[in-house]
């Protein structure tokens, strides 16, 4: 499923925990796709692939 800039999402982070935050960029397309999230909480950037999204919020 494709994402887009300025979704808020549900994903998992490279420690594999559940954060939620907003898309604020998306990089390359298909399975090669990535996205930069402000985390909510830590309000840090995270680089994310599609599989690690779960769900829209």
């Known amino acids: 499923m494709q994402h887009n800039q300025g ?8 420690n594999n925990k559940k954060c939620q935050g907003e898309i604020t960029k998306v990089s390359g397309t298909g399975p090669a796709t990535t996205y930069t999230i402000k985390n909510d909480k830590t309000h840090r950037d995270d680089k994310v692939r599609e599989m690690q999204i779960d769900q829209n919020l």
């Not at 979704?7 to 490279?14: K, N």
């Open 7 to 14: 979704q808020r999402v549900e994903y998992r982070d490279e």
